[in-house]
């Protein structure tokens, strides 16, 4: 965006921005917590993904409740995520993808109640005064599927060095554990095997009266 569009100003909410354009900016906040005033009505889009493995539905509700008030009237709020409990284990026939049906599993734990918050309609954000505008479920076409598969890795590659400076023996079983998954998932991949996670994209208005 910084760099198709004229004069456009990113605003980053994150703790893990390394580099960025000069119009691109970073600002640590808790967003569970209201925003100061000074970012009030501020924004034509919001952008939200992956907070499956943060919020219970009570959360979800402080979340919407905070970011609304940094959305202009009319604008737009757009939320992505993975629909991780409905995950499948896939591999070609005449395949054994063991390791494949392990990162499958691993996929499914999240909080518990929620397949009770992520709604494949509107539901989850009406009751804080946003209007619908266009939701839908999808899955990753192959050509993605390499990309997903390689974030994975790289999160399990963050999770394995953090266990490498612990002397205790269960995370250092943990960490054998780990490296010995994805070095099978790799292999299992090359083979055709994958986990198809589908994804689900919300799209929401900010009522002009709100």
Known sequence: MSLNFNNPNGYIFDRNLRAAFANVSLYEHNTFQPFPVEYHGKYDIVNVRFMITLLDKEKVRLLLRSLKMILKPDDILQWFEPIAFNVKAVAPEGIEAPWNSKVAEIMRFNPPDCA???????????????????????????????????????????????????????????????????????????????????????????????
């Not at 309609?121 to 946003?130: L, Q, R, S, T, W």
């Not at 192959?142 to 060095?161: K, P």
């Not at 490498?164 to 991949?189: F, P």
């Open 116 to 210: 009770n918050w992520i709604t494949l309609n509107c539901d989850m954000v009406k009751p804080e005064g946003y209007e619908a505008v266009a939701w839908d479920e999808f899955h990753l076409q192959e050509i993605h599927r390499l990309i997903w598969m390689q974030t994975c890795l790289m999160g399990m590659t963050e999770v394995v060095a953090g266990l490498a400076q612990s002397t205790d023996e269960a995370d250092r079983a943990k960490r054998e554990g780990l490296e010995q998954l994805m070095v099978g998932w790799e292999k299992e991949y090359e083979q055709g095997a994958y986990a198809d996670m589908p994804w689900y994209f919300l799209v929401t208005r900010k009522p002009l009266e709100a």
